[in-house]
């Protein structure tokens, strides 16, 4: 039989990676699990606005769009009353009750990824990978569902979104199930044809999910009348929603990273990778994650953002495609979430809501605009940006697979490729950092666009 040599300058084989994995896991216990979100908006010595009118000169309240979004869901994108004043924001049990079957999760050493490297930095991911969805995504997508349910004077049935590459689709899916509620996915038809797994996860759960733009809505039909091969953009999903929810009181819109509510719940992953760095007696120099709207970076880096204005060196690295360079090169103003001009204007960095991104297969990457608190982190210099291009993406979630024994996806697989440069940065100037990046979710149903870019049907 004829065996494949591993060439002096691949990493060494997966067996290696495994049997050294286990031993560097850094694990909390269930009673560890942090009881309360950390509301960062409430201690920041800066100012995020609340979002303007979409066609009127005046902040939002909760009565222009209480037909949208669940209530609690307005009181935090609104920063009313608690939301505005105080840091802590206790998590329901019920939600605690859910969040038990998969957290706290590991903060893992990567130790074969250093050894590959070569490098005199610690390597450390945190897995959102582990849920039920696979993905982050979860964790914001089950308080949401739970806000509807639980809306007194309300029939709400059916919560409704956009979602990129699936993740968010497939998490709001289970969510709704979990909650007894129906759920309904515009899936951007790049996506939709390219990963078709996601969709059928989608619907296994439950959801009925439609590829975007779609001939459901006038939305869609305008779109595919002028442009027949439209890739679509998570703004035309986001629309084709808005508009489904306007046709029936008993639906809302639930959405996975442009808002600060999902940021608040995404705070979670940020605690407890505190803890678990307090653990071993180690503090970050550098935390760095993959942006789409920014939900999961800003959640993650929530925590420690009070010590980097405090005077800490310590540094925030947010990473976005070259193709979609939104907080590289977007401008700071307000602006619509939604191609169609229906949500409120909210203050971030912007490509414009029309912008319909290239279509590249790190699907949840291909958003205009970025979370205010993240656009507000980076207008005040706390937050740094990078952009990579898309090969050199799939090439270190290749690498970060034949090291660690994990295939992050290709969102994700962005943060791998920082913290590798971080490393090799920081092994040439004879430094000995500590780099930790969140893992937002795996990459086995992103399998295709790896085969796509990386070649992998070839026979060499």
């Known amino acids: 039989m004829k065996v494949k040599r591993v060439a002096s300058n691949e990493p060494e084989p997966l067996k290696t990676a495994s049997q050294e994995l286990g031993q560097n896991k850094i694990v909390l216990s269930e009673s560890q699990l942090p009881t309360n979100w950390y509301n960062i908006v409430a201690e920041l010595p800066f100012d995020v606005p ?19 979004w669940p209530i609690e869901c307005l009181r935090i994108e609104l920063q009313e009353g608690l939301y505005r004043t105080d840091p802590w924001i206790e998590i329901p049990e019920s939600i605690l009750d859910v969040y038990r079957r998969y957290r706290p999760s590991p903060l893992v050493r990567a130790r074969s990824l250093e050894k590959y490297l070569g490098t005199t930095a610690e390597i450390y991911y945190k897995r959102e990978d582990l849920n039920p969805a696979g993905s982050h995504k979860f964790n914001t997508a089950l308080v949401q569902a739970y806000y509807a349910a639980r809306e007194q004077h309300s029939q709400i049935h059916t919560m409704v979104t956009d979602t ?5 689709g497939a998490a709001l899916a289970m969510a709704c199930e979990t909650l007894g509620l129906k759920c309904c996915v515009f899936m951007i038809r790049k ?23 779609s001939e459901l809505t006038e939305t869609g039909r305008n779109i595919l009348r002028d442009d027949p091969e439209n ?7 986001m629309s084709e929603a808005i508009e489904y929810v306007k046709e029936d009181r008993g639906r809302r819109l639930a959405l996975g990273c442009m808002s600060y509510y999902a940021v608040l719940h995404q705070s979670i992953i940020g605690l407890e990778t505190k803890l678990q760095l307090e653990q071993i007696d180690r503090s970050p120099d550098l935390m760095l994650g993959c942006v789409g709207g920014g939900s999961n970076f800003t959640g993650f880096i929530a925590p420690f953002v009070p010590e980097k204005i405090g005077g800490s060196p310590i540094e925030f690295r947010a990473i976005e495609p070259d193709s979609i360079p939104t907080l590289s090169e977007g401008e700071y103003r307000y602006d619509w979430a939604d191609f169609s001009e229906l949500t409120p204007r909210i203050l971030m960095y912007t490509l414009g ?3 319909v991104p290239p279509p590249v297969h790190s699907g949840g990457l291909r958003y205009h605009g970025k979370t205010p608190v993240l656009s507000a982190l980076v207008k005040h210099k706390v937050v740094d940006t990078r952009t990579f291009e898309q090969r050199r993406v799939f090439d270190a979630g290749r690498v970060f697979l034949r090291t660690e024994g994990v295939l992050a996806a290709p ?10 440069d971080a490393a090799r940065d920081a092994s040439s100037s004879k430094r000995n950092p500590v780099i930790v990046m969140c893992l937002s979710g795996h990459g086995y149903l992103d399998l295709k666009g790896f085969s796509d870019v990386l070649d992998l049907d070839s026979s060499n």
């Open 231 to 237: 890739s679509g953009s998570l703004g035309i999903g």
């Open 191 to 213: 996506s939709f044809d390219e990963k078709p797994y996601r969709r059928y996860l989608m619907r296994m759960a439950g959801a009925d999910v439609y590829s975007s733009p």
């Open 164 to 168: 990129g590459a699936g993740q968010w």
């Open 411 to 420: 969102e994700s697989a962005h943060a791998v490729l920082g913290a590798i």
């Open 50 to 68: 609340r979002p303007l009118h979409p066609t009127e000169d005046r902040a939002v309240e909760i009565d222009d769009f209480d037909w949208l």
């Open 353 to 355: 809501h029309r912008f």
